[in-house]
């Protein structure tokens, strides 16, 4: 009863709980972080104080979600956001707003993650914008934005916390963003300019003496110089990568350098060299029980048998592989795996079982959209349709391949004009922008993209707009 008698030091005991529970988290003891939190929560309960209660409501959203109990995140989320609504807090609720986007980010909603967020960013408008809570906002949004493929978005807000992190003089954060613009070049393909963001990451993590982080940046970078054909500074940079993950103990790390360090080997037809590590990667992959790391790896050992000539071991690593991507409900990999299995069954000369999985990884497709992976299935049954004699049949497979193909390129094509219109929108050129936009628009409509034609139409609406504020 000592918060009816001394308010004040329920206070102090409520401050106590939420400092405790922050050193749990940053020592990995989610179970006793959340333990303080559920005890401040109480505390807050009985004394009244609403705004600790949902505070400590966002905190136990985030352990759920560490903990993988989803819907007990998104339910602490609504809970903290109904009770900052009632106060009146604006900076509260964009918190909340925050994590329930993160729980629909997750679940891969991304069109309601989205929402939230512009939510949650509206709020912040109206309080002054508080840096951290930007800062967040920020973040999460771009990662959602490079998950939906729109990458110049991604790069400007990761950018924009950046410049928060500067300004709150955090070292760590500075080389967190740092690490996702280099990640963004790395999506985009730009490999140098990966290159620089890593090696500023790194250079900040050296500072605090973050090790981890260290060595995910020494991978990062041997990864962009394999890209760029740089094989052997990309292998210095893999070893050191793994030295530093070996003495702090990073198993899930050093799984994935062996990995890397086996694609080099394979690239430089080093094939023996290249089995060795991969299958080591893939040890490690096994006892954590990674199933789409496991996957990818057996995919990569599978290439290497079907480099040596081998096809029935890269048949069976396909096998094991299709098993994995079935078990974790990934169709694309299903498709991949089935195409594969095809492929290795043709080098064997076994047609008609070759026919087959082509024909098992095309229905696949189909039924997922996966165009580009059907075009490709429709072009091997052609060629063993070809090959056994059966031309009309070949030319039906061929010109359906073609087809896809085309629409594409034309897909391709209409993405690079609404993405050049975006840019050339935000640099105030807004008669280009409105070109690019509306060329977008035209090949969008021949190919019945309805989602991508309301998103030109939004751009197309800013343009419209600021082109009349200028006139």
Request: one cysteine or more.
């Amino acid at each position: 009863m000592i918060h009816k008698i001394y308010p004040h030091l329920a206070i102090l005991l409520l401050s106590a709980y939420t400092k405790r529970s922050d050193v749990y988290k940053l020592i990995g003891q989610n179970g006793e972080a959340l333990a303080d939190i559920l005890s401040g929560s109480l505390v807050s309960k009985r004394t009244g104080n609403r705004k600790y209660e949902a505070g400590f409501s966002v905190m136990r959203g985030y352990l759920y979600c560490n903990a993988g109990e989803y819907g007990k995140m998104l339910s602490s989320g609504k809970t903290a956001l109904g009770i900052f609504c009632r106060l009146g807090d604006k900076e509260g609720a964009a918190e909340a707003r925050i994590l329930i986007g993160y729980y629909y980010y997750l679940k891969g909603d991304y069109n309601r993650a989205r929402v939230e967020y512009d939510a949650a960013e509206n709020e912040l408008k109206k309080t002054g914008t508080p840096l951290p809570i930007t800062r967040a906002l920020l973040e999460r949004s771009a990662y959602l934005s490079a998950s939906q493929g729109d990458h110049s978005r991604a790069f400007r807000d990761f950018r924009k916390s950046l410049n928060i992190c500067a300004r709150l003089k955090d070292i760590a954060g500075q080389a967190v963003n740092y690490g996702n613009l280099g990640n963004v070049c790395h999506i985009t393909s730009d490999y140098k300019k990966a290159i620089d963001f890593y090696e500023m990451s790194l250079k900040m993590n050296r500072s605090i003496g973050d090790k981890k982080s260290i060595a995910s940046n020494l991978n990062n970078i041997g990864l962009m110089k394999y890209y760029l054909s740089e094989y052997g500074p990309a292998l210095k940079k893999f070893r050191e990568s793994y030295g530093i993950k070996k003495d702090i103990g990073d198993i899930k790390g050093i799984s994935a350098t062996l990995g890397n360090m086996g694609l080099v080997y394979d690239e430089l037809h080093s094939y023996n060299e290249a089995l060795k590590y991969y299958f080591r990667s893939l040890e490690i992959k096994t006892s954590l029980g990674d199933k789409k790391g496991q996957a990818i790896i057996i995919n990569n050992i599978a290439a290497v048998y079907h480099s040596k000539k081998e096809p029935s071991k890269a048949l069976t690593m396909h096998r094991a592989s299709y098993l994995l991507e079935k078990s974790l409900g990934n169709l694309q990999g299903q498709a991949k795996s089935l195409t594969n299995m095809g492929n290795a069954l043709r080098s064997l000369k076994e047609r008609k079982k070759a026919s087959l999985y082509y024909r098992r990884s095309l229905a696949v497709c189909l039924k997922m959209k996966y165009r580009k992976e059907a075009a490709k299935n429709r072009l091997e049954l052609g060629r063993l349709c070809a090959a056994s004699g059966q031309y009309a049949q070949a030319l039906e497979y061929f010109r359906t391949s073609l087809r896809a193909r085309r629409q594409l390129e034309l897909d391709s094509t209409a993405v690079l004009f609404q993405e050049s219109g975006e840019c050339l929108f935000r640099t105030g050129r807004f008669e280009a922008a409105l070109w690019n936009i509306t060329e977008a628009e035209n090949i969008f409509g021949k190919l019945k993209d309805t989602a991508s034609l309301r998103e030109c139409g939004k751009i197309k609406q800013r343009i419209l707009r600021e082109l009349q504020l200028s006139q």
